[in-house]
């Protein structure tokens, strides 16, 4: 299995970790990317491999089986991760999306199969995101955070998802007029 | 909605245009940073006539500029867009950015420092706490409008809270703010729409622009300019508000310099201005109240986004002295769906089932008075490096916050009770939750959030073993003052505005002193 014969050339999964770490995560993001033929990291536009990934976490991470949530695609939240995350200092923007690319090589490395993240099917996918929410490695629980808060800040913040947790804004009688009905339209096509 | 349009500034305020040149600037005073401290030196020196530019790194937003959209505000209004956090990731570090700094997003929570904290800070060498201190609070009260929060402002979240703690008989009660047009929006952590809190902004900034004051928006100080030892300005560059990249240099010569930047930012930028240091202080004790969510589920509807977010506490297990065996502050804590759903356990379907749950969540953050001291080193740009990992002693008062926060909650009615442990820990009676120990604990379990950085140029008279003196004049060069929470010489236990808005105007006397 390839993740055997990686093991033995590069060591442990713990040991690859490290010496990512030690290596720094943009560099090795930049060196993946390199070997995949892809564009590195971009602060200034995230590329669309990258995006790609963004979005294949986060239909896993989203994926509710519950028809008052929506799907993350239909409800702009990706458009709304990217908001959030342009208002980052470009370094962080940049060690974000370096995360991505490692989330995307990572089964080669701790499995459960050797193959792309965007590649895996969902259950698979499922695999590789709870190993790294729950790994024993502090860097791998805090990438998984990382990703975590910025796919749930970007879906959960979309009104369309609203309806099913009871929230609202333009119901909520503190809320000053202007916002109050710029909020109402934003919220009546998920009321409806 | 006003995201789309040019912004206006107030007169006085303006944004340094892009060129190729640096512009310059002349002044009596330069004040880096326009948070609580900096915005109450900014305010005091200019009521006294002094010549003052007030220097932001972030932006300006208006009430009508408050979209209330947690993905657009986060970015606006906090350090390093809300991504700021200990160089192991395990802590977030959530800070202000913008006019105001903190005081824009904050919960409006005021107490004074308590007398044995004073009374540490006055052992270990800090003049002048006395009756002069008690007026210097007094005014700034009056000034900010701080008072108890009324009864009928008081949410279910917090109800629970008083709810639980009457139920044990544990110490705690309401709280005091500083709102006067508040409507109860429940949006304060996002910038209120409402202009209802009395925040530095508010209060002090824009009165000080109609007392002559200058106000330079998103303008980064890199470097403070000192010769022959004293400060003479300071050094920096215009931001582009889209991009956030450098746009012009800027340079600002001052007589004097007071630093406001924050207790990351200031120690951060004294660093990076190659400052004589000669005991290598500078930046260390760095103390930050780290806290963790406890959540509680109710069979009753909480919706702890509705109304006033926080307004009561709970002080069974804080005590001051500095060998305290609790240092445990605890106070309701709510968020909006988009942070609240990263802080839910899990993900998928199993998340899903929680976030249904959302309207009957309660929840406490047990925030530590902590012991542990970190360090602040300079980094790229707007970015920092804070090293602080949590000594033994705090992990074992984490604990014990985690299971009293879970003892409330059961007594004001909780049917479960989920500790945020990896994996989370969900508890229907309070004999599992009782199980919970220090060993249970470690980096990033639980997960950790700080809104009170600290304690980084701490004040004090003897220049080898403090940074500034008690009136925050830097002691290794003149004419450079501290007037941010980077002052305290330990942490405090509580809301740190009262006393950094306080500390600002004992600093700005200071320095209206010393120019004559």
């Known amino acids: 299995m390839l993740s055997n014969l990686l093991q033995r050339f590069a060591g442990t999964p713990d040991e690859v970790l490290r010496k990512i770490q030690m290596g720094g995560l943009v560099r090795s993001a930049r060196l993946v990317s390199n070997v995949l033929g892809n564009p590195p990291p971009d602060a200034d536009e995230m590329p669309e491999w990258i995006e790609e990934i963004l979005m294949a976490a986060t239909r896993r991470i989203c994926r509710y089986d519950d028809e008052a949530m929506p799907d993350p695609e239909d409800c702009g939240s990706l458009e709304a991760t990217k908001t959030f995350m342009d208002g980052m200092p470009p370094q962080t923007q940049l060690e974000f999306q370096s995360l991505m690319v490692l989330l995307e090589v990572s089964p080669y490395v701790f499995g459960p199969v050797a193959g792309r993240f965007t590649q895996l099917d969902g259950k698979q996918q499922d695999q590789v995101l709870k190993g790294w929410e729950t790994a024993s490695l502090v860097p791998k629980r805090t990438g998984f955070r990382a990703i975590k808060s910025v796919v749930m800040m970007g879906y959960w913040s979309r009104p369309e998802t609203w309806p099913a947790i009871g929230y609202s804004i333009h119901d909520n009688p503190g809320v000053p007029s202007p916002q109050k009905n710029h909020w109402k339209q934003r919220e009546e096509p998920a009321d409806g | 909605m006003a995201d789309d349009e040019p912004q206006q500034l107030p007169d006085g305020m303006e944004q340094v245009p892009a060129g190729d040149e640096p512009v310059e600037y002349d002044t009596e005073v330069v004040v880096v940073g ?56 395990a802590i977030n570090i959530m800070q202000g950015k913008g006019v105001g700094g903190s005081t824009v997003h904050n919960t409006n929570l005021c107490k004074r420092l308590p007398q044995p904290i004073l009374d540490r800070w006055e052992n270990n060498g800090v ?105 003479v300005g300071v050094a920096g560059v215009a931001l582009d508000a889209e991009t956030g990249r450098a746009r012009r240099e800027v340079v600002i010569r001052a007589e004097s310099v007071v630093l406001a930047a924050s207790a990351t930012g200031s120690a951060s930028l004294a660093l990076k201005s190659g400052l004589p240091d000669p005991h290598g202080l500078v930046g260390r004790r760095l103390h930050i109240h780290p806290g963790a969510f406890v959540m509680g589920i109710f069979d009753e509807e909480i919706e702890g986004w509705l109304g006033v977010p926080q307004s009561a506490e709970c002080t069974e297990f804080l005590e001051y002295g500095e060998d305290a065996d609790q240092r445990v502050w605890m106070v309701t804590g709510f968020t909006h769906p988009g942070t609240s759903a990263g802080l839910m356990p899990g993900f998928g379907p199993a998340h899903g089932a929680m976030m249904r749950l959302y309207p009957n969540v309660a929840a406490i953050i047990t925030m530590l008075h902590d012991e542990t001291s970190g360090a602040v080193r300079p980094g790229e740009g707007e970015r920092l490096h804070i090293h602080y990992s949590l000594q033994q002693d705090d992990y074992a008062q984490m604990a014990l916050g985690m299971r009293e926060a ?111």
């Open chain 2, 34 to 89: 326009l948070g609580a401290g900096g915005g109450m030196a900014l305010h005091q020196l200019a009521e006294a006539g002094v010549d003052v530019i007030g220097v932001e790194m972030g932006g300006y937003y208006g009430p009508e500029e408050m979209t209330l959209a947690e993905e657009q505000m986060m970015p606006r209004l906090f350090a390093e867009g809300g991504a700021r956090a200990t160089a192991d990731m």
């Open chain 2, 127 to 231: 003049e002048g706490l006395g009756d002069q201190l008690q007026d210097d609070f007094a005014a700034v009260e009056q000034m900010l409008n701080v008072h108890p929060i009324p009864d009928d402002r008081i949410n279910a979240n917090n109800q629970m809270l008083l709810r639980g703690i009457a139920e044990l008989g544990y110490q705690g009660g309401g709280l005091s703010y500083n709102r006067r047009l508040c409507r109860a929006s429940g949006f304060c952590e996002l910038g209120c729409p409402n202009d209802g809190k009395e925040n530095a902004t508010r209060a002090l900034i824009l009165p000080a622009l109609d007392e002559g004051a200058q106000v330079l928006v998103r303008v980064r100080i890199d470097e403070i300019l000192h010769e022959e030892g004293r400060a």
């Open chain 2, 406 to 516: 879970a003892r409330i909650l059961f007594a004001a009615g909780a049917r479960e009770v989920m500790l945020p442990l990896s994996p989370p820990r969900l508890v229907s009676s309070m004999s599992e939750a009782a199980s919970l120990s220090v060993g249970d604990l470690g980096p990033l379990n639980p997960p950790m959030i700080a809104v009170h950085p600290m304690s980084t140029m701490w004040m004090g008279e003897d220049p080898e073993s403090s940074v500034v003196d008690s009136y925050g004049g830097y002691h290794h060069l003149d004419g450079l003052f501290v007037a941010d929470g980077s002052l305290f010489p330990s942490s405090i236990g509580g809301p740190p505005q009262i006393p950094i808005y306080t500390m600002g105007r004992r600093v700005a006397r200071r320095v209206v002193d010393r120019l004559g």
